[in-house]
C-alpha cells in the first residue's frame, strides 16, 4: 500500500460522542482515538481506523432539516441542525466475508462550520484527481437474464450506489436477444461514456464483448475475420452486475456474485485486463470467447438447456445429469500451439490474484513479441513444426481462458489459468468410463486435482484448433440448416436403445451455441478491460482494512 505521505488535513473531530484524530493525505482517511492516560505512547490498535482515499464512495455535509416546529422543541431541532452543519459523512468500502464489499459510513463532528467545508472540499478535491473512476456510464439490463430479476437488481442495489457517488448513467432494457450487441456495434455514442455496465449473466457479457470488439475493429479499419490479425484493445472497460445462472465471468474476476461489490468496484475504477480468445472458421469470424469453449459435454450441457430456459439456472443442472448419464463420446483431432516464453503451467498450486505476477510478465512478453512481429515480417513465432496433435474420442475438450471459477465449481474448470496471460488451457478429456468421467468432474468441487487421472491431458496454448472426425478431409462443416437438425439433435433420441454417439457435439462459447464444429481459435492477450482488480488475497484484505497499525 502507497505510504501515508504529507498530511493533507489533521484535526480533532467527535465520531458520535468520542474525540478522534482525524487526518487525510493523498491516500488515506485516517482517525484514532485521542487516549489521554500517559500510559499509551502509541494509540491501540481497535482505536486507530484507515480507509484508502480510494475506496472512498462518496463524502457530504450532512443536510439541514427544514423544519416548522416551534415551541420548546423549537430549540431542540435548531440545535441539532447546528451540529448537523458541521457534520459530513464519509462513505467508504468495507470488506466483508469472501470476497463481498459493502458501503459503510463514519460521520465526523466539526467544532465549526468552516472547519467541515474545508474537510469536505479536500476529500472532494482528492476524490476528483482519481482519473481511473467513471463518470458517465452505458448500463444494459437484461430483463430475461437469470432469475428475471435484472431490472429489480439495477434500480434497488446498484442505481442509489451510483447515485451517491456522482456516476451518472444512461440505461437500456433490452428488448431482445443481441439488442445490447447491435446497439454497440452501430448505434452508441461511445465517446461520451467512460465504461459500459452489463446487468445480466454470461451470455449477456457475451453481447456487450461482440459489440465493443466489433465496434472497435471497425473504428481502426482491423480485418476481424482472419484470424492472423492481431485486434485492437477496447478503450472502455466493463462492468459486471451479476443478474444471470452461471456468472462465471463475474465470480472469477471479482470473487463473488454479488451486485453491491460489482457496483463499488465501478464506483472505485478498478480495472481487470483480459485475454480474449477469437473463434474462427475457414477464416471467417465466429465468436469471441473470455472464459470456457467447450466441445461434447459441455457443449450437449448447453443446447440441451436452451430448451430448459424456462426452469432458470436450474436447468444445467438437470441439462448436466442428462449428459452425464448419456456419456456421449466424439472423434476428431485437436491441434494446438503450446505458449512459449511464459511463465506459469496449468498445474501450477499458485492462482490468479489481484496484482497477479504472471499475468503482468506474460502480457509484457506478448506486447513485445507483437511489436518484434511488427519490425520483422520474417519473425515468425508460430512455425508449422511447433504445432501439435493429438487425435481420439472425447468426452470433452474444454477450453478455459480462465479459471472460470463460478458457485458450481469455486476453484473453476482449470483452478491456474489466468485471467491476463495470453493463453488458454485446453482441456482434453478422453473417452473413459461413467464412474471415472464421474471422478473428474467431482473432483471440480473438491481439492483433489480433477487433472490428475490417466484420461485427462491439459496444455496452456496460445492458439488450437478442432476439427471433427466426419469432416477431416474438407475440415468444413457448414452443412444445411436441415442437415444439421439431424446430425445435432434427434439422433440418439430417435434411437434411445442403439449405445450409438452422434458424430458431432456443438461449443458452448460463454453460454451461446456456436454453429460450426471445425474452429480455430487464437488467444489475444489483454484485449478487454473490466471493472475489476482480480481476486484479492487475505493478507492485501489484512494491510487495506481498518484498523491501523501505527
Ligand atoms: C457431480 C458434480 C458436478 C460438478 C461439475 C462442475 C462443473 C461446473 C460447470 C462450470 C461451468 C463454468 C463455465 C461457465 C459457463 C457459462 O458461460 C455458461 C453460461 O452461463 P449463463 O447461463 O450465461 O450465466 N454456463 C454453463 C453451465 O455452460
Ligand atoms: N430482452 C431480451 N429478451 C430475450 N433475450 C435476451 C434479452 N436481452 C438479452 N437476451 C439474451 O438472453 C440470453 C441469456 O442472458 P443472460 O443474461 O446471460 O442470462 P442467463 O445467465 O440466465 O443465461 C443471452 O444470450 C442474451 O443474448
Ligand atoms: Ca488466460
Known sequence: MERPGRLLQLSELRVRNTAYEVSLSRSLLTWKKRVSSSVYHTFKPS???????????????????????????????????????????????????????????VSFICPDASLCQRWVHSILEQLAALSCRPKHLLVYINPHGGKKQGNRIYEQKVAPLFAQAGVTTQVIVTEYANHARDHLRTDAELKQFDGVVCVGGDGMFSEILHGLIWRMQLDSAVNPNSPEEALQPCSLRIGIIPAGSTDCICFATVGTNDPVTSALHIIVGDSQPMDVCSVHHNDSFLKYSVSLLGYGFFGDVLSDSERKRWMGPARYDLSGLKMFLT????????????????????????????????????????????EKYKLDESFDTESDDEWRTVRGKFLAINAASMSCACPRTPKGLSPAAHLADGTTDLILVRKCSRFDFLRHLIRHTSKDDQFDLAFVEVHRVSRFRFVPRQCQSDSDLNLPEAHKRQIFGPLCRDHPACGCSPHYSSWNCDGEVLNHTAIDVRVHCQLIKLFARGIEEMTVLEEVTSPCAI
Open 327 to 370: 456419456h456421449h463420446y466424439y472423434e476428431g483431432t485437436v491441434s494446438y500451439l503450446p505458449a512459449k516464453g511464459i511463465m506459469g503451467t496449468p498445474r501450477d498450486s499458485g492462482r490468479c490474484r489481484s496484482g497477479c505476477v504472471v499475468c503482468e510478465y506474460n502480457g509484457e512478453a506478448f506486447t513485445q513479441k507483437g
Open 47 to 105: 482505536l486507530c481506523h484507515s480507509v484508502a482515499v480510494s475506496e472512498i464512495i462518496s463524502v457530504r455535509e450532512e443536510e439541514e432539516n427544514s423544519s416548522k416546529d416551534d415551541g420548546s422543541w423549537r430549540k431542540i431541532r435548531e440545535r441539532q441542525e447546528r451540529d448537523c452543519r458541521r457534520a459530513f459523512t464519509v462513505s467508504y468500502v468495507e470488506r466483508g466475508r469472501n470476497h463481498r464489499w459493502r458501503c459503510a459510513e
